[in-house]
DNA sequence: TGCTAATATTTCGAAATCGAAGTCTGCCGA
DNA sequence: TCGGCAGACTTCGATTTCGAAATATTAGCA
């Protein structure tokens, strides 16, 4: 370093700034090898998130909204209680009523009590939130695909068979 | 699919779900590659939060403010002004003020003018804040470890360079 | 059956967040 | 130098979220 006054470096690339983060959870402490993934994993998701959300304002939707609609339609058109969609959005079942309510009034979602066990409340998408479900991903799909240009077919496969292996051990942490 | 009615299936596993998502944007007009890359992110990363969620609790803070002081690590003692910290944690600037006026209060960070531009406010971490996220990183590595330890170091080292690799993109998507 | 504990949802008040002004300072051209 | 424009932060009112309490129903068990 010398006497050297510490450079005012600007952290202006991603690639700067993941390698100084890695660097500093380091220092910190952490695994290197364990680092540098999860913190790729984070900083690549903290940039989608923003890309998501500029596309979401075209459709008017916050990201909270979005995440009830995927998770209906993952369901497949099979009803899904508050509760699940709570969980999957990683948010109180309180906030979910209010979501619920809004995404109700507006028409993309439909509740109805389950026939079966009058405690609980069956959530659908009406037809008017799987269309837009459909458009979403479609533009969705466009952002995505330039965000992984830089990988070959191959490699992306090799990346998805990595991360497959990951999400195979997720839930047995969960004890 | 003959005249079998669609089984009750319980998508109780992460690695079913994540298979059925993919599955559904695949459906909806995704690409499958790039699908299988970006769920599993995806995947990943609401598992990791919720995590993080359960330690910060334990250090009575919330995910913003860890945000807030992994963010001044980073800058490695460097202060920092509060609208960078608003763009790194993706919130508005004005949630900014109010977070750091709590965590002022508490004696985590430090705010004060700039001396060279008097519109500006630099934010530092305190030795307080400073123990905080020490020993938060060394009880999150504990976590993250277990996350990864499905993968061989080798694997491990693959996933991060695969992931380095579309971080080098990230900025050149920004326009 | 009757009683208790557990579950699912909603209601309610407090706290966090947002976006739109508002205030102050620095920058730049006339 | 002056005037106006742009940038940084804060303030303010409205919306969203949270956690705890309230409500209603089911499940288990004596």
Same mark, same amino acid.
């Given at each position: 370093?010398?006497?050297m006054?510490t450079?005012?470096?600007? +952290?202006s690339?991603?690639?700067?700034?993941? $390698?100084?983060?890695v660097?500093?959870?380091? @220092?910190?402490?952490?695994d290197?090898?364990?680092q540098?993934?999860i913190?790729?994993?984070?900083?690549?998701?903290?940039?989608?998130?923003? /890309?998501?959300a #500029?596309?979401?304002v075209?459709?008017?939707?916050s +990201?909270?909204? /979005?995440?009830?609609? %995927?998770e209906?339609?993952?369901?497949?058109? $099979?009803p899904?209680? +508050?509760s699940r969609?709570?969980? *999957?959005?990683?948010?109180? *079942?309180?906030s979910?009523?209010?979501?619920?309510d809004?995404?109700?009034?507006r028409g993309?979602?439909?509740?109805?009590?389950?026939p079966d066990?009058r405690? #609980?409340?069956?959530?659908e998408?009406? !037809?008017e939130? /799987?269309?837009l479900?459909?458009a *979403?991903?479609?533009?969705?799909?466009v952002v995505?695909? !330039?965000?992984? *240009?830089?990988? %070959?077919?191959?490699? #992306?496969? @090799? &990346?998805? !068979?990595?991360l497959?292996?990951?999400? @195979? !051990? &997720?839930?047995a942490?969960? %004890?």
């Amino acid at each position: 370093m010398d006497g050297m006054p510490t450079a005012k470096r600007r +952290p202006s690339s991603a690639k700067q700034r993941y $390698q100084e983060a890695v660097a500093t959870y380091v @220092a910190a402490g952490g695994d290197e090898s364990v680092q540098r993934v999860i913190t790729a994993v984070n900083s690549l998701t903290r940039k989608l998130d923003q /890309w998501y959300a #500029r596309q979401l304002v075209d459709l008017d939707l916050s +990201p909270g909204e /979005w995440a009830v609609v %995927t998770e209906l339609a993952k369901a497949e058109g $099979q009803p899904v209680t +508050p509760s699940r969609l709570a969980d *999957a959005g990683n948010v109180a *079942a309180s906030s979910m009523t209010h979501r619920l309510d809004k995404m109700t009034e507006r028409g993309l979602v439909r509740r109805s009590p389950d026939p079966d066990n009058r405690t #609980r409340v069956l959530v659908e998408l009406t !037809d008017e939130g /799987w269309q837009l479900f459909v458009a *979403a991903v479609r533009e969705a799909n466009v952002v995505e695909s !330039d965000v992984l *240009a830089g990988l %070959t077919k191959s490699q #992306r496969s @090799a &990346l998805a !068979d990595l991360l497959e292996v990951v999400i @195979a !051990d &997720l839930d047995a942490l969960d %004890t």
